[in-house]
């Protein structure tokens, strides 16, 4: 009876022990694969673009992403106001997807240009849906 017990610790913990190991090996893969997406596609730095507007000639947009993972917006409604926005705060990336604390709006991530989507996440379409775009300066 001892020796079934003992057999029986042993194999939970090892269970143990190889559970463990597998989710450390996975979230490891996982944080290394964002990492370098972000480092392949050199995501940091400044975008900007003039998007559509309804009742203005453009909004012309600055963006600009730091490597701490900060954001700063600052966008001007053309033909309308001379007044700056601005909006900071954090970002984070899922997948192929930016987004910005503190801002309705996701952006889909391309190479050097960011996409932006629309209120429910998903691509713009139609005839002004190149036009949500903001293009990688620098």
């Known amino acids: 009876m001892q020796k079934l017990s003992y057999i029986l610790t042993v194999l939970i913990g090892l269970i143990f022990a190889i559970s463990c190991i597998n989710n450390k090996t996975n979230v490891n893969q996982l944080l290394a694969s964002e990492d370098n997406a972000l480092k392949g ?4 730095g400044t975008y900007e ?3 559509p507007c309804a009742d203005c000639t453009m909004i ?8 701490d993972k900060n954001y700063h917006l600052r966008y001007v409604y053309v033909g309308k106001s001379e007044e700056v926005f601005e909006k900071t705060g954090k970002w984070d990336v899922s997948k192929d997807i930016l987004s910005l604390e503190n801002v309705d709006y996701n952006y889909k991530i ?12 998903k691509e713009i379409k139609g005839d002004l849906a190149d036009k949500y775009t903001l293009m990688k300066v620098k």
């Open 41 to 44: 596609i050199g995501l940091l």
């Open 49 to 51: 673009g003039n998007l």
């Open 110 to 121: 391309l190479e050097n240009q960011l996409n932006q989507l629309d209120l429910s996440g």
């Open 60 to 67: 012309s947009t600055l963006l600009s992403l730091d490597k």
